[in-house]
């Protein structure tokens, strides 16, 4: 296997990656209240990473449901496909295409659909018209003997939350076209393809998890269902779309656990995530398949604490190599094998180089790190061009990471979604900062990271940036949140920081 992070890597679809490092998807909260299309604010954004050189730039996630938000600011798929509703997608594609130094980043569309996870006021609905889901079960719902969570998560899970409303036949066929139209979208755009968005809880993960999904019907999670819902939304794609348009999907490591915390439990969900992906590869459509896990019952994928990083500095690395070694053990062509993208505490250049030599993955993710330095593949290359020994840099983080702001009170009791939530938030108003910088002077440096800008600021900037023409429903979810943020996000016991995507 080439060890090279600059090599390029081919795609099963035949498209070539120019290098490993990818920009992963990461929530913006740019758009519109209520969503809508990318904007200046995206344009310039996403300019800051088209300059330096990533292998592929993959969007937040792109909605295709207006009614199933997630934090109400997000991009949405519009209901038709004309011309002018393609026009401000169509430049963003532009935007991430060009490049200045010669590296064309890929352009990849994160399409998702929140289902159960959708929110109460800024989800997209009229106050408590429930979201759709696989089955009738509400988040924070632990069908379990050891419940755990405590009576202030029970609220602010019930706060946040409906019982969703159970998917009909009708219902599902809907989404699939949904998704369909959103892979056409992003092909007449102009994006070079599409990643699913099957981790994180959202609706194509709680099809696959039994935490979510008690159906009964052929969108089960027996196993000969469990990814029927994504197959039948990847085979409507490729019929719509050339066989070089790229289709990767985003899943979860180990959320497939339904009661318990033991180890044996924790390895029959991994076994069960594994049989899912060896299905998926045995379909011989996928070009990638990135390796994540958490929801927000268990925002594993938001983690960012200095215990977590000593434990493991690539979270889902040894889950990875496994998916590799069994993939490339399988009766699937290997011009066929889907490649793996690995996301999560690469912060150095020899965790980068350690995850290619160990074969934990093909392609190497960088979310948090690409906000905080987003000309990281510049910087990577200069180094190993101008120093012929890297003892000196190559196990240094690549930047400072904001650990300090988010340190909280010790009475507080502890909430993981809330706590995760304000890390979204410091690095949402972060994006937000090289945005507006890019806007007022596209070859401006943008500012650098405000490490003074506390975590409850952050959220305050985060829900506070709205113009007035707000409509009353919005100013009661943006309160609800900011009230429900600022009394239980300060959490240390268990309070982690990330951004979604």
Partial sequence: MDCNVFNPVD???????????????????????????PNEFHYGLYSEWAKHGWGMILTGNVQVSPQHLTLGRDI?????????DVKPFKKLAEVIHGAVDGTRSLAIMQLSHAGRQSANFIGGRLPFVPPLAPSSVRVGTRRDENRG??????????ALFQVPMEMTALDILHVQSSFVRGALLAYKSGFDGIQLHAAHGYLLAQFMSPKSNIRNDKYSVAPENAT???????EAIRKVVPTTFIIGIKINSADYVTSGNTEEVSQE??????DHIRTIASWGVIDFIEISGGDYEKPDFMACSGSQKLDRQAFFAQFSRTV??????????FSSVPLILLTGGLRSHSHLHAALMSRHADLLGIGRCAVLCPDLPKILRSQLQ???SSSTWADKPFTREPEAVFRASKWVPSVKLIGSGVGTAWYTTRMRDIAISQIKNPRAEPPPADYNRGGLIAVSMMWA?????????????????????AGFSVSTKNGVIGTPG
């Fill in 76 to 84: 949405v798929v519009p209901p038709t496909l004309d011309a002018e």
């Fill in 149 to 158: 969570g405590g009576t202030i998560s029970n609220l602010i899970f019930h």
């Fill in 269 to 274: 969900g991994e076994r069960r995530v594994l």
């Fill in 11 to 37: 795609l099963p679809c035949g498209r070539t990656i120019e290098n490993r490092l990818v920009k992963t998807a990461m929530y913006e909260h740019m758009a519109n209240f209520s969503g809508g299309p």
């Fill in 465 to 485: 940036w709205f113009d007035s023409r707000i409509a009353p429903i919005w100013v009661l979810g943006i309160l609800m949140v900011l009230v429900v943020t």
């Fill in 386 to 388: 101008n120093n012929k």
């Fill in 324 to 333: 590799m070694k069994d993939l490339h053990q399988s009766p699937v062509p």
């Fill in 228 to 234: 029927r819902m994504l197959s039948e939304i990847i």
